[in-house]
């Protein structure tokens, strides 16, 4: 059974940096795609960042150039560095997984697995 795992949220002040980590266990899949979503309150859950098997990035506009997805394979877990963070980063983090994976879902309805979420807060 694939289980998801966050850590790494906290408050922040405007201009700092937060690493979040997803821990993921009963992982068998070779062609995998994972991502970060946030979800602020009042707003629909948005797609933060990707990555594949093969080490394929994407992002989404408003945060290309301050956060960076990674992934530790021989640990089984899913970094999110957030740098420069701003108030409008604030929002509950989630990283999920689309098992198997041949093209990255970009809908977050497309995902198989997900966490429970780390809330991440920047204050002005």
């Known amino acids: 059974q694939v289980q998801l795992v966050e850590s790494g949220g906290g408050s922040v002040q405007s201009g700092g940096s937060l690493r979040l980590s997803c821990a993921a266990s009963?992982?068998?899949?070779?062609?995998?795609?994972m991502a970060w979503f946030r979800q602020a309150p009042g707003k629909e859950r948005e797609g933060v960042a990707t990555?594949?098997?093969?080490?394929?990035?994407t992002y989404a506009d408003s945060v290309k150039g301050r956060f960076t997805i990674s992934q530790d394979n021989a640990k089984n877990t899913l970094f999110l560095q957030m740098n420069s963070l701003k108030p409008e980063d604030t929002a509950m983090y989630y990283c999920?997984?689309?098992?198997?994976?041949?093209?990255?879902?970009?809908?977050?309805?497309?995902?198989?697995?997900w966490g429970q979420g780390t809330q991440v807060t920047v204050s002005s």
């Open positions: 999920a997984a689309d098992l198997p994976c041949l093209v990255v879902p970009r809908d977050p309805y497309e995902y198989d697995y």
């Open positions: 009963g992982f068998t899949y070779n062609r995998y795609c």
């Open positions: 990555i594949n098997n093969y080490g394929r990035t």
